[in-house]
């Protein structure tokens, strides 16, 4: 655990560093064109001034400042879009970066729809057990998981049959089913011991949508989202030389990242209501189910 908290604390180190310069550069900057322009144009004028700084050309010089003045953010804007572009390609394995980002905020909201949530697992355990001794900002977390319902039959995942066709498989479907619940179990206890401890407040929920796992989605804080397909076509072996399914690999998912930053902030809000409209419909697992009297 020391090595990783040390890890962390550089990092943080490192991203407090980058937004004090991002808060002081823009002032400094402003402050120097606007002091080259104000002295400039007293040179003009003011005989002594200009005197003393034996210059000729202050009026263009400080209108040139003057112009740099007002097309400062424009150019600052045009810069950071060009460096940092609403959308972009990132692989599964690349979620850990984007879930820290997501850390930083007074309010955290993870969303995520797809096949067992394997890749955000670990990543979402370590974080929120950092809470503990390292809370920073943070003071609310909600994570929501969308899987399919492993309940009904299914043609993905499945057993690979003769000539290629899906063969329902509910052993299979109920080892998939058994790996979520794991999942949330412990990220679900994990909520829990937080609120108790009162510094922050945790929630974390399971719940099943019909079909295949064909779309992998991941939302970040609303601000973000990720989206990609699951290759429907990989197949594994449970044993060797034993039967073949199809289990797609989430892992190997590549994602569009979308952000509210630019242009694609009319396709968050949609990938974000979309979501919200599957989590209203979607219903809770059997392991979440309070038994009737």
Request: proline share 5%.
């Amino acid at each position: 655990m020391s090595g990783r908290n040390g890890g962390s604390a550089g990092e943080d180190g490192i991203s407090r560093l980058k937004r004090f310069q991002e808060r002081v550069e823009p002032v400094v900057t402003r402050v120097l064109l606007l002091g080259i322009f104000v002295t400039g144009l007293t040179a003009q004028f003011v005989k002594p001034v200009g005197d003393a700084l034996e210059g000729k050309a202050y009026l263009g010089g400080a209108l040139l400042s003057l112009v740099g003045y007002v097309l400062y953010d424009q150019v600052k804007e045009l810069t950071s879009s060009v460096r940092a572009p609403t959308r972009a390609l990132v692989n599964s394995s690349q979620l850990g970066g984007f879930v820290s980002d997501a850390f930083e905020a007074r309010r955290v909201e993870i969303s995520f729809l797809g096949y067992t949530g394997e890749t955000l697992h670990s990543t979402l355990y370590h974080h929120l057990e950092d809470l503990f001794d390292h809370p920073g900002p943070t003071r609310r977390v909600l994570v929501r998981m969308l899987v399919p319902d492993f309940g009904q039959p299914m043609t993905v995942p499945s057993k690979v049959g003769e000539q290629d066709m899906p063969v329902d498989d509910p052993d299979f479907r109920k080892r998939m089913e058994q790996r979520c619940r794991e999942y949330d179990g412990i990220l679900s206890e994990l909520a829990e011991r937080l609120t108790a401890a009162g510094r922050v407040r945790v929630e974390c929920e399971y719940r099943l949508y019909p079909g295949i796992p064909r779309d992998k989605i991941c939302i970040f804080n609303r601000q973000q989202v990720l989206h990609g397909l699951y290759d429907l076509s990989v197949r594994m072996r449970l044993h060797h030389l034993g039967d073949e399914y199809y289990d797609p690999k989430g892992y190997r998912t590549d994602l569009n990242v979308w952000s509210r930053e630019g242009v694609a902030e009319a396709a968050v809000a949609t990938w974000t209501k979309h979501f919200d409209d599957l989590w209203n419909l979607a219903k809770l697992p059997q392991w979440r189910q309070v038994p009737s009297a």
